[in-house]
């Protein structure tokens, strides 16, 4: 089976800009988490779907949202950039009844 | 307040030589996961441990679950320079949701 993918790998932005994160899980993998990953806080969960629902969020504005799509796909967008926004975003799926996580490789977001 | 502490944070040694990473909660997990993480990539899920007091083996790579299911360690033997990395543990906290520790960064020198 194909690997968790994300597009893109590497953004750049400035700061005020949105900007679009997608991933696709496995194939069959119902559930998709979001993560930050930042040198200082390390990881952090940002929020999980499954089945087209947000099931959970973890404490980050609502400048940062998500969704997923009928085919699992999940996209997550980030309004009004600002310079700590600068991170690793990393999606991960999971088979349905598992609580082991497949991480993509990221996208790696600049904030200028 | 962090709920997975991982010592040590930075390690590093020679070529062939042993170590052991730590993870500590004052938590019960139902489960612990181990990845190991390379600059610009996404973590790689090395083992999943579920049964207090349960060992298991990848290669060089030993873990352990704690009997009370609220601790884990990865043991490398005679560690190699591909060794190099990231190293997390992670639990789950609530459905979707993973809690990492800090991670130790490993570095493996020839």
């Known amino acids: 089976k194909a690997g968790v993918t994300q597009t893109p790998r590497y953004l750049i932005k400035t700061r005020g800009q949105q900007v679009t994160l997608s991933c696709s899980p496995i194939s069959g993998h119902r559930s998709v988490s979001w993560y930050q990953q930042t040198p200082g806080q390390g990881l952090q969960f940002l929020f999980e779907?499954?089945?087209?629902?947000?099931?959970n969020k973890g404490n980050f504005p609502g400048r940062f949202s998500g969704r997923q799509f009928s085919n699992s796909r999940s996209e997550m967008n980030v309004s009004t950039l600002e310079l700590g926004d600068s991170a690793l975003y990393l999606c991960?799926?999971?088979?349905?009844?598992?609580?082991?996580?497949?991480f993509g490789p990221g996208t790696r977001l600049l904030v200028l | 307040t962090q709920l997975l502490e991982q010592s040590p944070q930075f390690l590093s040694i020679q070529e062939g030589e042993n170590l052991t990473v730590y993870c500590n909660s004052s938590?019960?997990?139902?489960?612990l996961q181990w990845y190991r993480q390379e600059p610009g990539e996404g973590p790689v899920l090395l083992v999943t441990v579920v049964t207090g007091g349960e060992v298991k083996k990848l290669k060089r790579l030993t873990f352990q679950f704690g009997d009370a299911r609220k601790d884990s360690s990865l043991h490398i033997t005679a560690a190699q320079p591909g060794d190099t990395g990231l190293y997390l543990c992670a639990g789950p906290f609530m459905t979707g949701k993973l809690i990492f520790g800090q991670g130790t960064t490993l570095q493996v020198k020839p």
């Open positions: 938590s019960v997990f139902s489960s």
């Open positions: 991960a799926s999971s088979p349905l009844g598992q609580e082991t996580q497949y």
């Open positions: 779907y499954f089945s087209e629902t947000q099931r």
